[in-house]
């Protein structure tokens, strides 16, 4: 067999474990989501209209793209979209994400195995030459004996609101709640996903709360 055979070889076995860890990478998407309702009336005929709940986000184009999402969960129930003024349901829906709080977490640092007590830190070449310049000792520079890297990082908290009221007579048929605690807080990423958690064995088991777990292949949007 050629170089360039081998070659080819090489790289072709290599894709498949290329996948795996990309794979391994990927983290499912975590939600706490709380749900309460009374009787919602089956998906025989029955119409929906997705509005704002906060008339400032009302006829935005951001807006409207997270609605589509939720409007594709009610489809999929069987309801059928209409105009609010037509709908027999109308789903009042809000989103956000907070402005963080930092998190710190700490590591432990094994001993550095390059110290001595009389030179301080020796670098590795000076150690397998038997030589030790002046300028390789830095007491401080790194703890000899080890101890504990500490890192810190952004948390955000995100969320979703949802209710469902009956327009001819105005009564509430469910409330919804869906948060997430994690490091994006890109809306683009967190709201479809809290969207496809908060329809997860929709609609629930009214007043309880659940973590919600969406495996990465299941995810509507992917994190970047």
């Avoid at 963080?100 to 590591?107: N, P």
């Avoid at 509430?172 to 329809?199: H, I």
């Amino acid at each position: 067999m050629n170089k360039q055979k081998i070659g080819r070889a090489l790289k072709l076995a290599t894709v498949p474990l290329i996948l795996a860890s990309l794979a391994a990478c990927a983290s499912p998407f975590k939600a706490d989501v709380s749900r309460f309702q009374a009787q919602l009336p089956a998906p025989q005929g029955q119409t929906f209209a997705v509005v704002a709940e906060d008339p400032a986000l009302a006829g935005g184009l951001e807006f409207s793209q997270y609605a589509d999402y939720v409007e594709d969960q009610m489809e999929r129930l069987g309801y059928t979209e209409a105009l609010p003024e037509n709908a027999n349901l109308i789903v009042r829906f809000d989103y956000g994400v907070d402005k963080g709080r930092e998190r710190i977490s700490t590591s432990l640092r094994p001993a550095d195995p390059f110290w001595s007590p009389w030179y301080g830190y020796r670098p590795y070449y000076a150690r397998r030459l038997g030589y030790y310049p002046y300028g390789a000792w830095g007491y401080g520079w790194q703890d000899p004996f080890g101890g504990r890297d500490v890192d810190s990082y952004t948390v955000y908290t995100s969320g979703i609101d949802m209710k469902i009221d009956r327009t001819a007579d105005g009564e509430r048929l469910f409330e919804g709640k869906a948060q997430a605690v994690s490091t994006s807080n890109r809306l683009q990423y967190l709201v479809p996903n809290l969207v496809e958690a908060m329809f997860t064995d929709f609609p629930g088991n009214s007043g309880e709360t659940v973590r919600i777990s969406i495996k990465p292949e299941d995810q509507p949007v992917k994190r970047k």
